[in-house]
């Protein structure tokens, strides 16, 4: 059964500081391109980042340029994402996402979600 569970979310101030981690299981997770997604209410589903299945090439949104950091350990069938100086404009519930074709065949999967607030 494939899972992508995310966790680390929460509240915290503007300025401050977040990890998310998002575990997965039921596939071979080192083959997978991963990536981070957010929704913030009333808005769409945007990338936030991605990074490759070796961890070779990553990408990121404008707006989050030098502020996050995507990364994973293929030893742990982990990914995280390093939030600095986070900015209420950040506020969403931030999505993990594999990707990756096998044997012809595109497998997506999404995780659950966590919640991340910035606010005073």
């Known amino acids: 059964q494939v899972q992508l569970v995310e966790s680390g979310g929460g509240l915290v101030q503007p300025g401050g500081s977040l990890r998310l981690s998002c575990a997965a299981s039921?596939?071979?997770?080192?083959?997978?391109?991963m990536s981070w997604y957010r929704q913030a209410p009333g808005k769409e589903r945007e990338l936030v980042a991605g990074i490759s299945s070796t961890g070779g090439s990553t990408n990121y949104a404008d707006s989050v340029k030098g502020r996050f950091t995507i990364s994973r350990d293929n030893g742990k069938n982990t990914m995280y994402l390093q939030m600095n100086s986070l900015k209420p404009e950040d506020t969403a519930v931030y999505y993990c996402n594999a990707d990756s074709w096998v044997l012809y065949s595109r497998k997506n999967y999404w995780g659950q979600g966590t919640q991340v607030t910035v606010s005073s």
């Open positions: 039921g596939f071979t997770f080192r083959n997978y391109d």
